[in-house]
Structures are given as C-alpha cells and as structure tokens.
Nanobody, 122 residues
Framework: QVQLVESGGGLVQAGGSLRLSCAAS????????MAWFRQAPGKEREFVAT???????YYADSVKGRFTISRDNAKNTVYLQTNSLKPEGTAVYYC????????????????WGQGTQVTVSP
C-alpha cells in the first residue's frame, strides 16, 4: 500500500507561485508513474501533469509553460511547481500514483492523496 500526502497549498495572488509536494510512504515510487490532478468547485477532476518512471513528462495545455512536474526518488517525493497562477487555477490539487501499465483512461491511477487546497486571488 502507498500513502500519498500533498502539501504546499495556500492562498496566493494571481501571478504568484507555489511549490506543491507529494510525499509517498509505504512503498518506493521509483518505478511508478506519478501525476497531479486538480478539481475546482463544481467541476470535474482535471488532469494537470504526469511524470513517468523514465522521466517522460506530459502537461495539460492549460498549464503548459507555467507548471513544472518533477520527482526526487531519493526522497520518494513528487513536486509540482506552479508559476504564473491564475484565478481559474483555484482548486484542490491531488497527487496520484500508477503502479504499472498504460492507463485505460487519463485518471486511471492506483493511489490518490487527499489533496491540498490552492486558492488564487485576482
């Protein structure tokens, strides 16, 4: 079993930045695909970014050029650097892990954190 705990959320003005962390415990995530999702009030969960075990990265168009996903396997931690934040980025940000295989759908992950709140004021 893998536990994922997000941190680093908070209140920031538009244009500001936050660095979100996802600390994993229970198992190493070295060989896992990791991802970030977000869910705004009243909206469906939205894919943000993913990073594979081999370092391959994919971003949603909505955050490309502003957000950076990275991983530190020695710390068993995944990060999401969020720059140039926009009010529409206000959401609960979730970390997810996939143990193996190619996902059948974009949100097909095995483990999920409980989320960290990011609020972006105008």
């Amino acid at each position: 079993q893998v536990q994922l705990v997000e941190s680093g959320g908070g209140l920031v003005q538009a244009g500001g930045s936050l660095r979100l962390s996802c600390a994993a415990s229970g198992r190493t995530i070295r060989n896992y695909a990791m991802a970030w999702f977000r869910q705004a009030p009243g909206k469906e969960r939205e894919f943000v970014a993913t990073i594979g075990w081999n370092g391959i990265i994919y971003y949603a168009d909505s955050v490309k050029g502003r957000f950076t996903i990275s991983r530190d396997n020695a710390k068993n931690t995944v990060y999401l650097q969020t720059n140039s934040l926009k009010p529409e980025g206000t959401a609960v940000y979730y970390c997810a892990a996939r143990v193996a295989g190619w996902p059948s759908r974009i949100d097909d992950y095995d483990y999920w954190g409980q989320g960290t709140q990011v609020t972006v004021s105008p």
